[in-house]
Structures are given as structure tokens and as C-alpha cells.
T-cell receptor
Framework: GAVVSQHPSWVICKSGTSVKIECRSL??????MFWYRQFPKQSLMLMAT?????????EQGVEKDKFLINHASLTLSTLTVTSAHPEDSSFYIC?????????????FGPGTRLTVL | AQSVTQPDIHITVSEGASLELRCNYS??????LFWYVQSPGQGLQLLLK??????LVQGIKGFEAEFKRSQSSFNLRKPSVHWSDAAEYFC???????????FGAGTTVTVRA
């Protein structure tokens, strides 16, 4: 199957610090990955599209300088929350479409719970 | 731009009863449609998907969904729910051009004994 992992699964940090979240496609290559944010009891909101070899594309209202995305290889995308504040506390989920046998079906990581104190 | 509406925020069903979750979408072309389930604090698990072909789609865990183009709907059904089906359910529509997904607000399913 197609597996997407995220690391860490949860993180607690102090306000003002930066946090990096990794998203890896374990058994397929992903030139595109997506980052979502989910607040408690709410739906997933697409934050940005991560593109291997080029800049990420951000959705309207998402601060590019605050949420830095780097698609370092065909299997790794990272999201860095810079100068984190309590309002950034959320569940961050990544996904990647598998353009091979799965007809572009997206596979989701297990999510990263960020708590900013 | 695509969008999804899940009219029911919360549904409570008795164990063994049938379940139907509603989903309406808006998209200019033939959509890719998905149903996902999320347990508390967990990621998303794909229940089923529709890309083309047969409008009645079978998924995992005994779920099925029917694509009705005329009603712009993709409702999820299960004939007999189990206590383990208690979770959050999301309907999503995908663009055929850039693979982005738009999610509905979700429906929380509670199963009572």
C-alpha cells in the first residue's frame, strides 16, 4: 500500500519558538504534498500545496512567512511553524497523491498535534 | 472552486440500526468524491471513493455510497452500525486538475447501545 508518515506525532513548544513537522511518503514518490490544519471539532482546512523543486503554493489567508514549507525530495516535505503562538495550536495533517497504481488517490499522514504554551 | 456540504453536524444511532450520512457537493466537472473517517486524535482513513463508472460504490467496514449527479450528492450508508463506527465522518471532493481536496464540515456519529 501507500503509506505517509509524519514526525513528530505530537509536540509542545514555548511561544516564540519554531517547530518543524516532517511528512514522508514511505513507499512512493510524491512531487506534490498537501498540508492541512484542523482545529478541535472542525474540518480540515487546506493550508498549502508543497511542490518538489519549486515554491509552495499557499491558500488565501495563510501566512507564507509563518508557515514555511520545504519539499526537499520526492519523499519528504517539511512544515515549519515559525515564532509559534498559542493560536497556532492545532492538528496538522499532510497528504500525498499516489500517481501510480492508486489513480491519484491521496494518502494521509497520521497527523501532528502541536500545542504552543 | 469546489465545495462540500454535510448538512448533519451530529447523528445518533442505535447499534444495529442503519446509518445514512448526507453529502452535497459543488463542482463544475465530474468530481472525484471521497468519504473519510476519523477517530479522535487520529488521522483520516479512506472509506470509499468515486472516480467514475458504477455510481454505487462499496467501501471498507460495510459502508457504501451512491453518486447521484442530478442531486449533486454522494451519501454514505451502512445497513447495520457497530459501536466501533462512532467517529467523525468527512465527505470530500477532489479537483481533477490539481488533486486538491475540499472537505465538508464533518458529521459526528454517536452509537448508543
Amino acid at each position: 500500500g501507500a503509506v505517509v508518515s509524519q514526525h513528530p506525532s505530537w509536540v509542545i513548544c514555548k511561544s516564540g519558538t519554531s517547530v518543524k513537522i516532517e511528512c514522508r511518503s514511505l513507499d512512493f514518490q510524491a512531487t506534490t504534498m498537501f498540508w492541512y490544519r484542523q482545529f478541535p471539532k472542525q474540518s480540515l482546512m487546506l493550508m498549502a500545496t508543497s511542490n518538489e523543486g519549486s515554491k509552495a503554493t499557499y491558500e488565501q489567508g495563510v501566512e507564507k512567512d509563518k508557515f514555511l514549507i520545504n519539499h526537499a525530495s520526492l519523499t519528504l516535505s517539511t512544515l515549519t511553524v515559525t515564532s509559534a503562538h498559542p493560536e497556532d495550536s492545532s492538528f496538522y495533517i499532510c497528504s500525498a497523491p499516489n500517481r501510480g497504481q492508486y489513480n491519484n488517490e491521496q494518502f494521509f499522514g497520521p497527523g501532528t498535534r502541536l500545542t504552543v504554551l | 472552486a469546489q465545495s462540500v456540504t454535510q448538512p448533519d453536524i451530529h447523528i445518533t444511532v442505535s447499534e444495529g440500526a442503519s446509518l445514512e450520512l448526507r453529502c452535497n457537493y459543488s463542482y463544475g466537472a465530474t468530481p472525484y468524491l471521497f468519504w473519510y473517517v476519523q477517530s479522535p486524535g487520529q488521522g483520516l482513513q479512506l472509506l470509499l471513493k468515486y472516480f467514475s463508472g458504477d455510481t454505487l460504490v462499496q467501501g471498507i467496514k460495510g459502508f457504501e455510497a451512491e453518486f447521484k449527479r442530478s442531486q449533486s450528492s454522494f451519501n454514505l450508508r451502512k445497513p447495520s452500525v457497530h459501536w466501533s463506527d462512532a467517529a467523525e465522518y468527512f465527505c470530500a471532493v477532489g479537483a481533477t486538475s490539481d488533486y486538491k481536496l475540499s472537505f465538508g464540515a464533518g458529521t459526528t456519529v454517536t452509537v448508543r447501545a
